[in-house]
């Protein structure tokens, strides 16, 4: 029986982009890891903040800069806490901010395993067949968004393409190459195709 369904992917990365840095050890660029400590150094009312990363093939460290000089007053109760505790949760959207790691290394190395779990939002049963997916990505995954619903379809990639040319498949907010782009929080997906009803998951 045909319906239609509302659905959230809530897709997390599980492993954190790995920064290629020049290791005076081992005497040429290797990824390096987050220890998931910070170093904090306190001169007066400035405050420097580094996130340590090790090499993995010698250990040797590599601080991150996440504060530099900055004024102690102008950082947050709760992001100073999080300094001083290295709490995990605040540690790990750093070591997922990959735009700030492409600053600061030349090389970066991303992973694509990912978790991603489903639940329907609504069933619609008198609506012609279909589905639209919204997507959760808290932390920046590396994942294209043809490759996402390609897997979890059970689609080919080039029918990805035909059934968005036809604009069965729609992207919000759209974009022409959509498809193979990044999934990002808040992304919608409508797909009306009943085919596709046959082998959702
Ligand atoms: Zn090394």
Redesign the pocket.
Known sequence: MCAFLRVRWTITPLIPPQPWIA?S??GGP?PFQSSGRIRLNANGKRLDAWLIYK?L??D?TWNRPLFERRNRGDIDAATLDALHFSEPGWVRMREFDVDDLRRRAQRIEEFADMEISKEVLERVEDRAAGMEIELRVVLPASLRLDRLLATELGLSRSRLDVLQAAGRLRIDPERKDGLRRRVRDRMRIALDDPHIMDTRP
């Open positions: 290791c050890s081992c290797r090499c093939s010698c040797k």
